[in-house]
């Protein structure tokens, strides 16, 4: 019985640090501005905002964009063929071990 609840404790310990280093800086001071002419816009994932920048190979996105009140239709017809400066988190993903894409600040 002691050994299981020690097992448990400690799947529990692993679990929790593993939350907390995957959580993320999104300041400002913590941020990597991303600057470009906005080459595509499409939607991907549930509701993520998909955009390319020309002469770029990563794709970004605004996580749950269309939940946030962007339409398709008039993002592209706004913001395709722009420039267009964002602000991405410095951040590496712990199993990924490459930058994250997600942008935290847009200012669209």
């Given amino acids: 019985m002691k050994k299981a609840i020690f097992i448990v404790a400690i799947a529990v310990f692993v ?28 939607e991907g994932g549930v509701k993520d905002i998909v955009f390319e920048l020309e002469n770029d190979s990563t794709l970004y996105y605004i ?22 400066n964002c602000f991405m988190p410095n951040h590496v993903h712990p199993w990924l071990w490459k930058a994250a894409a997600n942008t935290s600040h847009m200012p669209w």
Avoid: P, Q, W
């Fill in 15 to 42: 679990l929790v640090a593993i939350v907390l280093s995957t959580a993320i800086d999104t300041s400002m001071e913590n941020s990597v501005k991303v600057s470009g002419t906005v080459k595509s816009i499409s």
């Fill in 63 to 84: 996580n749950r964009g269309f939940e946030n009140g962007f339409n398709l239709a008039k993002a592209k017809k706004d913001f395709e063929g722009k420039k267009s």
